[in-house]
T-cell receptor, first 116, second 110 residues
Framework: EAGVTQSPTHLIKTRGQQATLRCSPI?????VYWYQQALGLGLQFLLW???????NRGNFPPRFSGRQFPNYSSELNVNALELEDSALYLC???????????????FGSGTQLSVL | GQQVMQIPQYQHVQEGEDFTTYCNSS?????IQWYKQRPGGHPVFLIQ?????EVKKQKRLTFQFGEAKKNSSLHITATQTTDVGTYFC??????????FGKGTSLLVTP
């Protein structure tokens, strides 16, 4: 069974550009979470999607947005990139919605975004 | 909002020594999860604790959930080089977000 897949593995952008990151959850999982992992800051919750809807977002500006498609894959968009957006962006999926805090997260390998 | 704090931030041990990382929350947690991230890898789920005072073991790893459900610990007995990585605790936040601590990075030298 395939795990959570993310693309691209690495992404290099310049300040002010837009970045699009993609995630495919494990088959049968309907919930997708996005986390930002910057050096020394641990994993910061970004967004949660379930059944195509945004269910919750973390303390990030509106230029961080995304969506979930009917096949439950997800996209994270970061507009007007800033240098401090450089980080590893991790996607995770879970099997059940609504009880996500009690379900373990399955993480993808991440997209390393570098903003120059 | 609910936050989980982890200490220490870093730990360097000789192979064979024990290791413990601690996780503390400002509020009572319904449950707590632990993850391990190997260098260059992604977080992998280790365990979930739900009950007050719960203790679970996985080979050399012992996980505890405090009586007040505000703290947790992970203890590794006789560390091995394969234990190298960053260990994260995570507790439920608002709106079904899972809030992670900043992690404890473990380095084991042979």
């Amino acid at each position: 069974e395939a795990g959570v897949t993310q693309s691209p593995t690495h992404l290099i952008k310049t300040r002010g550009q837009q970045a699009t990151l993609r995630c495919s959850p494990i088959s049968g999982h309907t919930s997708v979470y996005w986390y930002q992992q910057a050096l020394g800051l641990g994993l910061q919750f970004l967004l949660w999607y379930d059944e195509g809807e945004e269910r919750n977002r973390g303390n990030f500006p509106p230029r961080f947005s995304g969506r979930q498609f009917p096949n439950y894959s997800s996209e994270l968009n970061v507009n007007a990139l800033e240098l401090e957006d450089s980080a590893l962006y991790l996607c995770a999926s879970t099997v059940e919605r609504g009880t996500a805090t009690n379900e373990k997260l399955f993480f993808g390998s991440g997209t390393q975004l570098s903003v120059l | 909002g609910q936050q989980v704090m982890q200490i220490p931030q870093y730990q360097h041990v000789q192979e064979g020594e024990d290791f413990t990382t601690y996780c503390n929350s400002s509020t009572t947690l319904s449950n707590i999860q632990w993850y391990k991230q190997r260098p260059g890898g992604h977080p992998v789920f280790l365990i979930q604790l739900v009950k007050s005072g719960e203790v679970k073991k996985q080979k050399r790893l012992t996980f505890q959930f405090g009586e007040a459900k505000k703290n947790s610990s992970l203890h590794i007995t006789a560390t091995q080089t394969t234990d190298v990585g960053t260990y994260f605790c995570a507790g439920p936040g608002s709106g079904y977000a899972l809030n992670f601590g900043k992690g404890t990075s473990l380095l084991v030298t042979p």
